[in-house]
């Protein structure tokens, strides 16, 4: 065990050296990897012309510059940046071995390959101000020369000086190179985050998970694109509401003035005149007060918003230091339009959901909806529950006689009062035809009793319809009848002739018992749990 602890030992840091070293992934960090390491090999294999003619002095610059060249380029590489220090401190150590050795123009042989590494940093004006400073550094070499070289004469101006406009050249076009590589590794980044979130909001139709994964998009797209704001708004009054931020902001607002848009004004993009055109072009336009925004943000930058699709009250604002790129603002949009697809397929998804739960002519929910509901009661921990069954005595003779639309208004009736009698927590739900069912969970047997009616024992007129419910406790012998919805009640004993059933259930105040008649129980209460 401790050989093995040991041995790990020796090559954790050597593990360290190697992630350190070993070339990255992705394609900028892999350049950047590949022009560092070119400029070390191409210093490295310099020296044996640069210690030509060695003396104490030039072996001690030789030696001094190279640790520095090395160590800076390096601590850029590690950094990701390139300070003016290190600049600075290049032209020092490329002046320091030019002036050891016995022909200066040797330090263009790693002085450009350090160049082509220092590109991939900063701007274009930033790359022309570092290749200046190389420029100084080597021509200083000539004014140390004397110092160094005592007696001998200095090396001709021309060659040096003749070199530094193909220098300029190439690190101007080190540069171009290293933004169209900077692009295109953007571009590949928001066309990952761009799928990532569309696979997410079609996978979905929570209305919810949609949101987030547009806000994750929005996030991946503005990491993406570096100095990118993105801030989605929706008009209110004359204000508007931030509904979301992505990018570097110093303080996300809450809300905005509708000044930003020109709301009220007449002539803005949030004012009700040009809303609806706006919206249907869907092009970027300028934003007219940039001042919040650039407060939320803490610098200045440039402004655009874009309608979203489908909404003529909802904007996204684009920002950036110089100017938007377009190719975020087409992500963005993209991106958009699958979240209105998504929203659109949620919406669709809720209704049709809706009306499968749903009964379509009473409004309650249907058999599908309470055997779930019921399901969930039975599952949960709690005093149980209570299924009533009720159906309608007499109701064929109201189809018969009146017709069916006054059986449609009757069983809408009854739903109405069903409803308007059971709590907010209770089920009450149509199973078909003139039957009803509601769950009451969390209801004892003296708790059903205070809201099912009692089943008449006097026949009814065969040309009136009236309620009879009966109270669903757990079945009391081994082979209980089971009713539609699954859930154990007992055997009414009806007769058809007369249109009348036996149950127990008593509430004096219920609109559903005909007036006049005295309830008369027909069971024993026993403890009302719906066993499904």
């Not at 309608?307 to 684009?318: G, I, Q, T, Y």
């Not at 949009?333 to 499968?356: C, K």
Request: charged letters at 15%; glycine letters at 8%; aromatic letters at 4%.
């Amino acid at each position: 065990m401790s050989s093995t602890s040991s041995g790990g030992g020796r090559r954790g840091p050597l593990r360290v050296l190697w992630r350190a070293v070993r070339r990255p992934s992705g394609s900028v960090e892999g350049m950047r990897w590949l022009y560092a390491v070119s400029a070390v090999l191409a210093l490295l294999l310099s020296l044996p012309a640069a210690l030509s003619e060695p003396t104490r002095t030039t072996v001690v610059l030789t030696a001094a510059g190279t640790v520095v060249l090395v160590l800076s380029w390096s601590g850029g590489y590690l950094a990701r940046r390139s300070p003016v220090v290190l600049d600075v401190v290049d032209a020092v150590a490329i002046a320091a071995i030019a002036v050891s050795c016995s022909e200066p123009a040797v330090v263009f042989s790693f002085a450009f390959s350090g160049l082509w590494f220092r590109s991939l940093y900063g701007s274009v004006p930033r790359a022309v101000v570092r290749c200046a400073v190389y420029a100084a550094g080597i021509s200083s070499c000539l004014a140390l020369w004397p110092l160094v070289h005592p007696g001998v004469p200095a090396p001709a101006a021309a060659p040096l000086l003749g070199t530094f406009p193909v220098m300029f050249i190439v690190v101007v076009v080190g540069r171009l190179l290293g933004a169209s590589l900077f692009a295109r590794e953007q571009a590949a980044q928001r066309d990952a985050a761009l799928v990532a979130a569309g696979s997410a909001v079609l996978s979905t139709t929570d209305r919810e998970e949609v949101l987030a994964a547009a806000g994750a998009g929005c996030v991946g797209i503005a990491a993406a694109t570096p100095g990118l704001r993105l801030v989605a708004v929706t008009r209110r009054g004359d204000r508007l509401v931030v509904d979301g931020t992505a990018g570097d902001l110093l303080s996300a607002p809450s809300a905005l003035p509708g000044t930003v848009l020109g709301i009220g004004t007449g002539t803005g993009t949030g004012d009700d005149s040009d809303s609806d055109s706006d919206s249907d072009s869907g092009e970027a336009v300028a934003v007219l007060d940039a001042a919040p925004l650039d407060a939320a943000v803490g610098r200045r930058c440039a402004w655009v918003c874009v309608p979203l699709p489908d909404s003529v009250d909802s904007w996204m604002l684009f920002g950036a230091p110089r100017e938007v790129p377009e190719e975020a603002v087409l992500a963005v949009r993209a991106l958009m339009n699958q979240v209105t697809l998504a929203l659109r397929n949620s919406q669709v998804h809720a209704e049709l959901t809706a009306q499968a739960r749903t009964d379509a002519l009473t409004g309650l929910p249907n058999r599908a909806a309470f055997q779930q509901a019921l399901d969930a009661a039975a599952a949960a921990d709690g005093d149980g529950a209570v299924v009533l069954f009720i159906d309608l005595d007499g109701f064929k003779a109201v189809n018969d006689r009146l017709g069916h639309r006054a059986g449609d208004a009757l069983l809408r009736e009854v739903a109405v009062r069903l409803s308007g009698t059971t709590r907010a927590q209770d089920t009450c739900a149509r199973l078909g035809g003139d039957e009803f069912a509601v769950l009451l969970p969390g209801t004892s047997a003296a708790d059903a009793e205070a809201v099912a009616p009692p089943a008449p024992r006097t026949p009814a007129p065969a040309s009136a319809a009236t309620s009879s419910p009966s109270c669903c406790p757990p079945p009391a012998r081994p082979t209980p009848r089971r009713s539609p919805s699954g859930c154990a009640r007992p055997s009414p004993r009806r007769s058809r002739s007369t249109g009348t059933s036996s149950g127990w259930a008593p509430a004096s105040a219920s609109p559903l018992r005909p007036p006049g008649r005295t309830p008369t129980p027909s069971c024993r209460a026993r403890t009302p749990r719906c066993t499904p």
